[in-house]
Structure formats: C-alpha cells, structure tokens
C-alpha cells in the first residue's frame, strides 16, 4: 500500500468532520501497516504535500480532509466489493424453564448498639471582675 493510499484510507476511517491531524493519520497508519514495512516520516510528509499539490487532500488548518473529487474516487472502489451471502440462520433449541428458587428465610437484624451518654463537664465560671472604685474629687 502506497502512503498515498493509506492516508485516503485514514481519513475515511477516522471520520473527522474538521479533518485528521497529521497525528492522527500518521497512528493510523502505523498501526495498519504491514510489519515487514518499515515507516519512512520524510514519505508520509511527501505524500501529504503532494496529495494536497494535486487536489486530493485540503489542509484545514493542520488538518487534511478528503476533496470531494477523491471521496467519491473512493466510494467508487469500495462499492463493487462482492457481499458474502449470510448463512442461514439455525432454529433456536427451546428454552427450558428455569427451576423455581428457593426461598430463603430473612435474616433477622442485629438489636441496635446502646450509646452511652457521655456527658461533658461543665467548664468551670470565670469570677467577674472586680472594679477598683477611684476616690471621688471634691
């Protein structure tokens, strides 16, 4: 598969409405190829400013985005993909009731803790203060 062809691919399967990153499309990639491939950035770099030189790919931002001439290129090669006939599908064996459950008798709920009241002492009154009386002037 071409770096060409695998970036078309990426984009398809990504499915961004903004378009993929370079990111994204690279991990995508990497991720699908072969593993007697070895990934070669300066091809992938390449392949993206050509595809975007002759039209196949619009860069938004730092996103690419199939041009509409090669999303319908691509619709085109996914369509004639003979479809495998569905095998018949088997009668389901009858289901067997299930055996009633027994029912278990409740358990009973442990007898709440008492709480013992621990009363706090009383903080000891603080003595008012007396005042001093000053001698009156005559």
């Known amino acids: 598969m071409s770096y060409k062809a695998g970036i078309i691919a990426a984009i398809t399967e990504l499915k961004d409405r903004t378009g993929s990153s370079t990111i994204a499309i690279k991990k995508h990639m990497q991720e699908n190829m072969p593993a007697d ?15 975007v030189a002759s039209g ?21 090669k996914a369509a004639p993909k003979p479809k495998k006939k569905a095998a018949p599908k088997k009668k389901a064996a009858p289901k067997k009731k299930a055996a009633p459950k027994k029912k278990t008798a409740p358990k009973k709920k442990a007898a709440p803790k008492k709480k013992t009241a621990t009363k706090k002492k009383a903080a000891p009154k603080k003595k008012a203060a007396t005042k001093k009386k000053t001698a009156e002037k005559k």
């Open 37 to 51: 491939k070895k990934w070669l950035n300066g091809m992938f770099l390449k392949a993206l400013k050509e595809g």
């Open 56 to 76: 196949a790919f619009i860069k938004v931002k730092a996103s690419y985005k199939l041009s509409p001439a090669a999303k319908t290129a691509a619709k085109k």
